[in-house]
């Protein structure tokens, strides 16, 4: 079981950004994929990015590519989101997920593959 915390977001400026870090504890952080992924209420949870265990591959989804950038620090068991050229359309709470099964280089965008999940952290873009 590892243990996640979000944080970074806050409330932003259309065109403006933010950097969203999400640090673990518990296992080995390094043998997991991660992702991050938003929800706003009334809808499902989102892909947004994911990065393989070892930093080598990254996946976004259409919307966020070419604005946000994932990355990790596995020396610091963290993971971060940087995002960019922010829209009132990228509001809503984020979460940073673990992948379920160790190793993996095929990066997944389903949230029902991602074991572990944070509390999540508020991300608001006012236009």
């Known amino acids: 079981q590892v243990q996640l915390v979000e944080s970074g977001g806050g409330l932003v400026q259309a065109g403006g950004s933010l950097r969203l870090s999400c640090t673990a504890s518990?296992?080995?952080?390094?043998?997991?994929?991660m992702g991050w992924f938003r929800q706003v209420p009334g809808k499902e949870r989102e892909f947004v990015a994911a990065?393989?265990?070892?930093?080598?591959?990254?996946d976004y989804a259409n919307s966020v590519k070419g604005r946000f950038t994932i990355s990790r620090d596995n020396a610091k068991n963290a993971v971060y989101l940087e995002m960019n050229s922010l829209k009132s359309e990228d509001t809503a709470v984020y979460y940073c997920?673990?992948?379920?099964?160790?190793?993996?280089?095929?990066?997944?965008?389903?949230?029902?593959?991602?074991?572990?999940w944070g509390q999540g952290t508020q991300v608001t873009v006012s236009s």
């Open positions: 997920a673990s992948d379920r099964i160790p190793g993996r280089t095929v990066l997944v965008t389903v949230p029902g593959l991602y074991g572990s």
């Open positions: 518990g296992r080995t952080f390094s043998n997991y994929a």
């Open positions: 990065v393989t265990y070892n930093g080598e591959n990254t």
